[in-house]
């Protein structure tokens, strides 16, 4: 039996920088890490007070304060495994996760407590507040745990259909958070890293404060995001590193011309969704701060490759597999066995290694298509050059077909991205009796303006003649998932009519 918990990430920082400034909420109230592993192995005695078992599932609904951190390493210290519930589900939405995932008790902010009690009476489970948990006297160490063990079960966003449980355990998450930290970039003590991506998404928690934690530096926490709200925390609390997806990037670049000063970075990480070039190029000029741009998903921990100084970086890319795992392509058609394919060719991204998750809860024929051959098939496009950067052209599911020809939504957005009166853009394929699909432009503009004649010309100048967009639909913003990633599927579902 292998003792491993991802409770030991506080513990140890706790036992080796117990006077250091673990976390900041937007408030301005700190805690050391001795402060929060005592407040979090308190939480945990106040969960067995309530009658948490090891191996019980407890769900957390609790946005970006200090909450958050002590009741999370509070229920693995419990031995409990975590479902971390969006903030943004409706109480029906909430309640199916709460019954698939098994879950016996929702812990919940007290922000949160309409929707939950509505979730938690709909799925019939018990629903506590954060406020109410018995203040008991702490553990004295966490429960054992085996490194194999479930540790939490995340519920995608984004998904069709009803979202699959993917099962982390104590191992996939202790070595991502080890990985990201001490062998693909630099982050150490002194840094200060924000924290605005929610900490319920996979991103937010393994590598903003997981991986702060690991290095022992400060966690600063915005409940919700807004470019100015964060400019204003990240030069107030002396931010170093900042981890986002590429709406937060933009939201970042529109605030900049209106702060009276920007924040002095050292590190960027962007994830979760492709970030165009030209975003990446205009946040370098103005924030004097590289972007190292990397991929994962949920069932990969989620780090799986990213941009990093031992191979080089290369804007558009994804970069190489972090430490102990590997990423090749392979042919996206042949499900039944795993085919790769030589260099430059473009197929499904598949990923082996210490990240890939134990499967889906409760779905054998899920976790069947999903593992094969031991390589994870992650329905993501791409192709490897000679020297091993890997570049996403697009998820499987996004691929339009006009006319008979491919075409991929991310190189017409990345396009797109380079026009100076467009903000954000999001390419979909919308119905047509002709071509069977036609592509559509999404396009949150620029003060000023254009019109939509006037991108499709300019577009044609940029792209192949099946590729350009042959409708533009003008928006005040694009609509994001809890995650803030853009849902393209309620764009096909509002322009496909």
């Known amino acids: 039996m292998t003792v491993l918990s991802l409770a030991t ?33 308190s939480f945990a005695a106040g969960l067995r007070e309530l009658g948490v ?34 903030l943004l589900l409706t109480p029906d939405e909430m309640a199916y996760v709460l019954k698939d ?31 109410d948990i018995p203040a008991a006297e702490p553990l004295v160490t966490y429960v054992t745990r085996e490194a194999e063990d479930t540790a939490v079960i995340f519920y995608p966003s984004g998904t069709t259909g009803q ?25 150490h003590s002194d840094d200060i890293s924000m924290g605005c991506l929610p900490l319920f998404h996979t991103f937010g928690q393994s590598v903003a404060m997981n991986g702060t934690f690991r290095a022992g530096g400060t966690l600063v926490l915005l409940p919700r995001f807004t470019g100015e709200a964060a400019i204003e925390l990240m ?54 701060s590289p972007i190292y741009e990397g991929y994962g998903l949920s069932e990969t921990s989620p780090t799986a490759t990213t941009n990093q100084p031992a191979f080089g970086t290369r804007p558009g890319t994804i970069g190489h597999p972090i430490w102990g795992v590997e990423a090749e392509i392979a042919r996206a058609e042949v499900d039944e066995r795993i085919e790769f394919l030589p260099t430059g060719e473009l197929g499904e991204i598949v990923v082996r290694g210490h990240c890939v998750f134990a499967g889906y809860h409760n779905r054998p024929e899920a976790t069947a298509e999903a593992l094969v051959d031991g390589w994870f098939r992650t329905g993501d496009l791409g192709r490897k050059d000679e020297l091993g950067f890997i570049t996403i052209v697009d998820r499987k599911k996004d691929l339009v077909i006009r006319g008979g020809f491919n075409v991929y939504p ?36 620029e003060p000023g303006g254009i019109t ?9 100048e940029k792209l192949g003649r099946h590729k350009y967009p042959r409708q533009v639909r003008f928006v005040e913003s694009l609509p994001l998932g809890p995650s803030f990633k853009v849902l393209k599927r309620e764009l096909r579902k509002t322009f496909s009519q």
């Open 235 to 288: 030069v107030r609390e002396g931010a170093t590193i900042f981890y986002g997806v590429p709406t937060m990037f933009i939201g970042l670049l529109e605030a900049a011309p209106k702060a009276d000063r920007l924040p002095d970075l050292r590190l960027c990480f962007s994830g979760g969704a492709s970030l165009p070039v030209a975003v990446l190029e205009k946040f370098s000029e103005v924030f004097h």
């Open 452 to 460: 939509a004649d006037e991108l499709i010309e300019w577009s044609k």
């Open 410 to 445: 991310r190189e017409v957005e990345e396009a797109l991205a380079r026009h100076p009166a467009v903000q954000q853009v999001a390419v979909i394929g919308i119905p047509d009796a002709t071509l069977g699909e036609e592509i559509c432009a999404v396009v949150v503009p």
């Open 101 to 131: 995932s098994g879950a016996t008790m929702l812990i919940a902010h007290p922000s949160q407590t309409e929707t939950a009690t509505r979730a938690s009476e709909l799925a019939g489970i018990r629903v506590v507040s954060t406020a």
């Open 163 to 187: 979202p699959k449980g993917a099962l982390l355990t104590h191992l996939n998450l202790v070595m991502n958070a080890t990985v990201n930290t001490f062998d693909v970039h630099d982050p």
């Open 9 to 41: 990430i506080l513990a140890e920082a706790a036992r080796r920088r117990p006077d250091k400034v673990a976390v900041i909420d937007h408030a301005g109230t700190r805690l050391t890490y001795s402060e929060l592993w005592q407040e979090a192995r």
């Open 53 to 86: 078992q090891p191996g019980d599932v407890i769900a957390l609904q609790i946005p970006n304060v200090i909450d958050f951190p002590r009741a999370y390493y509070g229920a693995l210290a419990a031995g409990a495994v975590i479902v971390p519930v969006h």
